[in-house]
Structures are given as C-alpha cells and as structure tokens.
C-alpha cells in the first residue's frame, strides 16, 4: 500500500537522485481530531500527482505540510533534501523552492497585478524591480493574461485571478508546485481556462501536488493518483489502474459518487 | 502649611467619584433618549430633520467637550446673573442712581484715553457687554482691572465707582461675578451635565464618525444615511 | 436681552490663530507618532511573545481606563518625581501620544484581525518573513478597513488637545481662556473657539478624505 520510493538514498545528502518530496510516517492532530494517520509518499523530480478524497479526509493537510503552513507532530518530511522536520533555515529555503495555489487564490487585493507577481521575487530574492518585472510579465503571458498586469485583483475573474496566482508563484522559480483544489472556488465556465493553464505547467516538467476532484485532469495529465480518507493514504495508483481497477472499496465508493 | 494626603482627603474623593457616577448616568440616560430622538430624525424622511440631526452630530462630535462645557457654564452664567439681578433690581438702580453724571463721564473718558484714542474713536471698544439699561450712554464697559484704571480723573474715586457698578451691572456676566450670586449646585451641575448630554445624544446617534459613512463618501443627508 | 459683542473677540483674533496653529501641529504631531506607536503595538500584541503582549495589554487597559485629563497631570506633575521634567507643549504631546497609542492599537489590531488568513498564509508560501509578511501583506488593507475608525480617533485626538490648556500649553484653548480673562468676553470668546474647533474638525475630515482617495485607490472585490 504504502509506495514508498525504492530509491536509496542517504537522509541529508541532497543530489538529482532525490525525490522532490518525501514523507514518512507523518502524524498530524488537530485536537484529539487524527487529521494525517501514518502518511507515507514519495514523489519523484517532474512527477505529477493528484490527491483525491472526500472532504476532511487531509487532503490539504498533507499538501499543506510540505511548505510548512501546518506543523507535523511525527515523522519526518524531506522536500528536495532539505529536512523540514529540523526547522529553521530549512522552513525559509522550502517555501521559496515551492509554489503553492490556493483554493481562495489569495492574491493581495492592494496590489496590482503584476506587483502581486514582483514582491515576493524582489524581497525575498533580492532582484531588481526590472529583472521582477520581466520575469512577471513572462510567467503572465505564460498562463496568457499579460494585459491585465495593472489591474487589481479585485478587476479580474476568478479564473484570471486563479492564472495570476499561478503565475505569482511561478515568479519564484520553485522546484515544486502545490495545489490546494485550485478550481473549486471557481464557476464552471472558468474551470478549464486554469486547468489548460496547469495542464501547460505539467507538459513543461514541473513537479506538481495538486489536490483536485477534477478526474479528467487526474486521468490526462497525473503520473499517479493518491487517494486518501480519514487522515490515511488508502490507495496509490496509475491513472488507468486507479479508475478502472480500484484496489479498496472506500475507493469504488467515492469514484461512484463523483461520476 | 503643606496638606498631608491621609484617609479623609482620600474619602473626599471617594466622595467626589459619587458624583462622577451620578453625572455619568445621568448623562448616559438622558444620552439615551435624546440620541434616540436624534438618531430617529437622522433616518427620517423629513429632510429638514435629517439636516438637523447631521448638523448636530457635526457640531457635538466636531468640537471638545471642554468648550461645550465653557459654552454652557457661561451662556447659562449670562441668563442667571439677569435673572438675579432683576430680584435685586431696585437696589441696583438706586446704586446707579447714585452715581453722579460727572463720575461716568470721568471714569470714561480716562479709560478712553488709557486705550489711546479719541474718546469717539474708542467708543467702540466700550460698547456694552449687555444693552444698555440706563438709557445714558456713560455706561461704562466691563470692570476690567478697573481699579488701576490711570486717568485724569481721581483715582480713589473713579475705583469706588467703578466698585459700585461691578457690584450692580449687568454687563458683569463673567464667573467672577456669578460667584457672589446663589446658585444652587442644581443648576451648577446642569451646567456640566447639559453638554455630556449632549455629547452622549451626539456620540450614541451616528456609530463612528459621522464625516465618513461606510460608503467613503463625506456626509450628504443622504449619504449619512447610508452610513448609519 | 442679552447683546453679543465680539470686538474684542476679533481684534485678539490673531492670538487665536497662533493657539489654532499650535492645535494643529500638536494634533499632526501626536497622530504621526501615535499612529507609529499603534502599529508597533498592534504588531506586538498580534504576533509578539507573551510577556510583551501582556505589557501592551496593561498598557491599553491603563489608559483606556482613565481618563485624559489625569493621564496629562500624571505626565507633567507626576513624572517629574520620576526625573523626567517636560515643558507643558512636551508633556502634552506625550500625553496624547501615549493617549493615541492606546485607542490606535485596539484599532489597528481589528484591523489586522480582520484580515483574511488566506493573505499570511499565501505570504508564508511565497517564503516571505514575519516582518515583510506584516510590512507588504497585512498593513494596507488592515489601515485601509479601521481607517474611519481610526480618522475618527484622530479627530477625537485633535479635540482632546483642548485639555493640554490644563498644563499651561499654549494651545487654542489656551489662547481662549488668556483672552477671555483679558476680556471678560466669555461667552463671545468661547463661541469663537468653538467655532474654530469645528472649523478644524472638518478640515482635518476633509484631508482624511483626501489622504484616503489617495492611499487607499485599489478596488474592493464584491
């Protein structure tokens, strides 16, 4: 069940043969509330992979411990051979080497959007306003929304908003990206202008979590499903083994009520 | 001799803190209804009363308390000192009576010059506190340090004078005065309670600054509105 | 029937106006380094240790709890014993900074309060510090939603400055009891001071109003 990288490699030493995340044995609680059970998974360099679930199945949880935004009580993450369990310094070096969408896009209304896309590269990184700003405006016209870099958030639809956000995140160069069911605030006409541009992310090699209940995403692009419930990692697989041959029934019974 | 501060100054005030409540609730009581009454009239449809209600809210919430409690203590001052000096208005006219032509005129003309012009040209700075109530135009202005008054005439005089009138005018409105009359510490009270009313009634009425309703936009009777 | 005689009110108008004029520096003064002294607290009081917060708590409590006219006497007759002697126009201005300061954090607290968690976490996930994630992220829209709020705690600021006249500082209420002791034109002299007060309340409304068009142009969603 658990698919747990065959890869060996010394915890610590980092090199191009680690694997983008690793998670091993991750306990998680919120209260007396068990929110990660014993989550084990690896997730190699230019993998993708969706994580499926019901609601409060921690989902977002797990996904959200990767950068940090939530804390772990036990086990150990490694994130591109930095241990994150260690703290500190480590917790800074992720967060910039990982990009993360969120469901509420939580772009920075009082910016514009193409200051959205420069703060972080210009306080964090340290370059110039320029260099900023030609790297904003190659990631906006990536995910094709050049034209509205000086509007607000607040201007834009949501689905523009969503691209921004991609697009913010991107403007760091992260090694991976996270995201955190990036569609479902969006209306339905909106959903496809954000997956495209996903889908885009995906062909170009990028590492990416996401965290989605959009199946023919998961079917075209992902290399492996994870599917979770109640805190634990029930069942990783293939796309086709995924949804033609689920393993566990909680499985069969969540894909027959999405479809 | 320094005082000492002990357990009966502290009991003073303990005592005085009494009224601090007493005023407080008052003033938080009738700020209740008045400002009711007030935030009723800022929502009505009437437009003259909404008018009146910004209008008021503006001026209480746009001004200190300390100078509406000035405003009150010596507008208040003004009208009781009438009021008491009309009960004591025989002997006041009898002390005026006694003042002879010559002596105004004296007493005037020396505050005239002290002032450095013409006895025409100073005239208006003369001009009565109140109206006149002695038609003769030898009314001297207030008693301001009227006993260093240099002038050419007898000083001794030209200060018994003026003693006299400072006790018997009407013009002496200020607290100075107002300290001789009886005032029931009622009405004393009423003098700091009826701008805390107020302030409360102004306070209570518009939740936040009236200048800026929620919509951003400075207060039109209608844009008040929308802000409450 | 009671006759108003402003002559003496306007021939003195100019020593008015110098007491206005020094309203308005004390009240500018006081809301700049009282607004630097809200945010500080706010940011200790939101993301600060414990012991810090406790302080800013004890703080607002404190000042909150009293009123102003014993905070100034405390100031200016109390600190001396302390080693710290001020001229009435210091005093004032640090009694109605550290007066400010008191109401300004709970306000400005609301505001960050109110930001969304979304906001910070996106910071965090950006790999922006504590600091910048404050400073970039937080502040603007926190200022932003208390700003009537807060432009009604400064006008509240400007007339509270009446009260400094207490201590001898020479303020616009100060210009208004040295004249109307002068005068004895009570009445006519307090109306003017009054009126002055007003004048200024809306002055200063309408420059809030102005500073908000300008600080505050992006759009609000919804």
């Known amino acids: 069940m658990n698919m747990v990288s ?55 949880t797990m996904i959200r411990c990767i950068n940090q935004l939530e804390t772990i009580h036990s086990g150990r993450i490694v994130v591109d051979g930095h241990n994150l369990t260690a703290g500190g310094k480590n917790v800074d070096l992720i967060r910039q080497e990982t990009g993360m969408v969120f469901q509420q896009f939580n772009l920075f209304p009082h910016m514009t959007v193409l200051e959205n896309c420069t703060l972080a590269p210009m306080k964090v990184r340290g370059i110039t306003k320029a260099e900023a700003e030609e790297t904003a405006m190659k990631f906006l016209r990536r995910v094709r929304i050049p034209e509205q870099a000086a509007k607000y958030p607040a201007q834009l639809s949501g689905g523009q908003q969503q691209r921004v956000a991609i697009a913010r995140a991107l403007c760091m160069n992260p090694k991976i990206m996270l995201f955190d069911e990036p569609t479902s605030a969006l209306d339905p006409e909106m959903v496809k202008e954000v997956l495209d541009t996903m889908v885009d992310l995906a062909n170009e090699g990028m590492t990416m979590l996401c965290v989605t209940h959009e199946m023919g995403f998961a079917r075209s ?6 599917f979770m419930d109640r805190g634990e990692i029930l069942e990783v697989a293939t796309p086709d083994t995924f949804f033609s041959a689920p393993q566990h029934e909680r499985t069969r019974f969540f894909l027959g009520q999405i479809s | 001799m320094i005082r000492v501060f002990g357990w009966n100054e502290f009991l003073v005030i303990v005592m005085a803190a009494q009224w601090t409540i007493a005023l407080s609730a008052i003033a938080f009581a009738g700020g209740s209804i008045g400002g009711l009454l007030v935030a009723l009239m800022r929502v009505a449809d009437i437009r003259a009363f909404r008018l009146f209600a910004t209008g008021f809210i503006r001026v209480f919430q746009g001004t200190p308390l300390l100078m509406q409690l000035f405003l009150v203590f010596f507008g208040m001052n003004i009208r009781l000192c009438d009021q008491s000096l009309d009960r004591r208005d025989d002997s006041a006219r009898a002390s005026r009576q006694r003042l002879s032509r010559r002596d105004l005129a004296r007493l005037h003309r020396g505050r005239a010059e002290r002032a450095g012009r013409g006895r025409d040209g100073a005239w208006p700075a003369l001009l009565s506190f109140h109206a006149p109530r002695d038609p003769a135009p030898s009314k001297p202005h207030r008693g301001r340090a009227d006993r260093r008054l240099p002038g050419p005439a007898d000083k001794g005089h030209v200060a018994r004078v003026d003693h006299r009138l400072h006790r018997t005018d009407p013009a002496r409105a200020d607290h100075q005065q107002c300290d001789v009359q009886p005032i029931s510490r009622l009405r004393h009270g009423g003098c700091y309670l009826f701008p805390l009313v107020l302030a409360v009634v102004a306070g209570r009425t518009s939740h936040g600054n009236p200048f800026f309703p929620r919509n951003g936009t400075l207060t039109g009777p209608t844009g008040g509105r929308a802000g409450m | 029937m009671y006759e108003f005689n402003f002559t003496p009110v306007l021939a003195s108008f100019d020593q008015l106006l110098v007491g206005a004029w020094l309203t308005v520096r004390l009240s500018c003064a006081a809301m700049l380094i009282g607004l630097v002294v809200s945010i500080a607290c706010a940011w200790g009081k939101t993301s600060g240790p414990k012991i810090l917060r406790t302080v800013i708590d004890g703080y607002i409590e404190i000042i909150r709890n009293t009123p102003f006219l014993v905070q100034i006497f405390f100031i200016f007759f109390g600190m001396p014993s302390l080693g710290l002697r001020l001229s009435p126009n210091s005093a004032a201005l640090l009694a109605l900074v550290v007066n400010f300061g008191a109401y300004g954090t709970e306000i400005i607290r609301a505001g960050i309060e109110s930001i969304h968690k979304g906001q910070v976490e996106a910071g965090w996930a950006l790999g922006l ?94």
């Open chain 1, 6 to 60: 065959e890869i060996a490699s010394s915890p610590g030493a980092r090199g191009a043969s680690d694997p983008a995340v690793r998670m091993e044995d991750v306990n998680k609680w919120y209260g007396s509330f068990h929110a990660l059970k014993n989550v084990n998974l690896t997730v190699g360099r230019g993998e993708r992979i969706v994580i499926c679930g019901p609601s409060g199945s921690g989902k977002s």
């Open chain 3, 129 to 222: 510090s504590r600091a910048q994630i404050f400073r970039y992220v937080i502040m603007k829209p926190a200022l932003r939603t208390v700003y009537p709020a807060l432009t009604s705690q400064f006008i509240y600021l400007m007339l509270n400055t009446s009260v400094v006249s207490v201590i001898s500082a020479d303020d616009l209420a100060a210009a208004g009891n040295d004249l109307q002791s002068a005068s004895f034109a009570s009445f006519e002299v307090y109306i003017a001071v009054t009126l002055i007060y007003l004048a200024l309340s809306v002055g200063f409304s309408v420059l809030f109003y102005a500073v908000e068009k300008m600080a505050f142009k992006y759009p609000l969603s919804r």
């Open chain 1, 221 to 226: 692009v992902a290399d492996r499903v994870v």
